[in-house]
Each structure stands twice: as C-alpha cells, then as structure tokens.
C-alpha cells in the first residue's frame, strides 16, 4: 500500500480504539470491510491477537491485546500490521501505567507497525498451515529496522489465518528497560501474532 495502513485507517494514526469500535458497529450493516471486487485478493481485520512476551532472569510476563489490525494484499504481494501500544495490557496496572509513559512513550510514539513484501510462493487455497516468509520494516518509538518473518497461512471459511513469531531488541528502538525486579524486562522480547483476515480492504481505501 503505498502509505501505511495505520495512516490509510487512522488518518493521523490516531484514536485506533475508536475507530474499532466504529468499525465494529458500521460492519454489521456493511459499511466498513467491504468485500474487495471480483477476483481481487485482499484481506483485511482490525480485532487480531498479539502478544509481547518478556523473559528476564527473575521475572516472565506478557502484554497482550486484541486490537490487532492487518491487511494483506496478494496481488501486490505486501502486507501491513499495526497495534495501538495503548491497548497492551500486562495485567497489572501500574506496571502498565509505567511501561505506556516512561518506556513505550505511547502519548508520542502510540504505533508499532510492520510492513513487507511476501517473499515465498502463497497459495492461500493450499495446505493448512502453509509456510510464508515476509521481508519487511519493524516501525517502534519512530525508529525503523528491517526486519524478516516466518509464519503460516491456514484457509478458514473465505478468510484467511496468519500466525507467526519472532524477536526484537528493545535497545535497537532506545528503549531504555526498567532493571528493578518488580519491573525486569528482557531486551529481548518475542512477539506473537494470531489473526484472522477476511475479504476486504481498510477502511478509506476503497
């Protein structure tokens, strides 16, 4: 896409819960996700899974959220992920507090996004779990890294289900990480993502 999907949605990458909510409301009565034209294969969801997990030496925790949004298109080959930082949630509420305004900077940086090409041939009629591999950009805190992902595809009804993993370094994104035990964090962190994707394009796109 040539912009990013956060821009396509958000306009100024802005309020993403509120639009998820709109989104929610509006696509029943088939006003937002609307199915891309005949033959086209996009696919497009804003309520996917991810996780950012941290393993440090005396503590383990992970900040989960819901609000994943997503878009892949496979006649272009790209693909485009974003998650509102506001929206992690570690289960407890103080560290939460702590991560969003002295680590993550959400009221200044409140976007994490990845977008790439589609390296590997896709089939997305083919074997469940099919292995795809995306080269891409790893978007934090207003610094870019390149970045590669593996995951797999499975056909589910007429959508799609993405899932993958991989790592970061914190320190290449100048996050500087809480040492306390309460807070430990590891440098490294892993990221899952679980999401489903249907038909359609982003809001504003079409």
Known sequence: MGE???ASVQGS????LTLSLMAGL???VGLVGMPASAGAQTYFADDGYVEFVSRAPLLEFKGVSNTLTGFVDLDEGTVDF???LETLDTDNRRRDRDMRRNYLETARYPFAEF???IRSDLDPGGVEGAPVEVLGRFTMRGISRELEVTGAVTREG???RLQASWTLELSDFNIDRPRV???ELSDTQTINIDILLKPGSPPGSF
């Open 13 to 16: 990458c802005r309020g993403s």
């Open 4 to 6: 990013a999907l956060c």
């Open 158 to 160: 007429d959508g799609l």
């Open 181 to 183: 035990v309460f807070y």
């Open 26 to 28: 509006l696509g029943g």
């Open 82 to 84: 974003f998650i509102d």
């Open 115 to 117: 977008t790439g090409e």
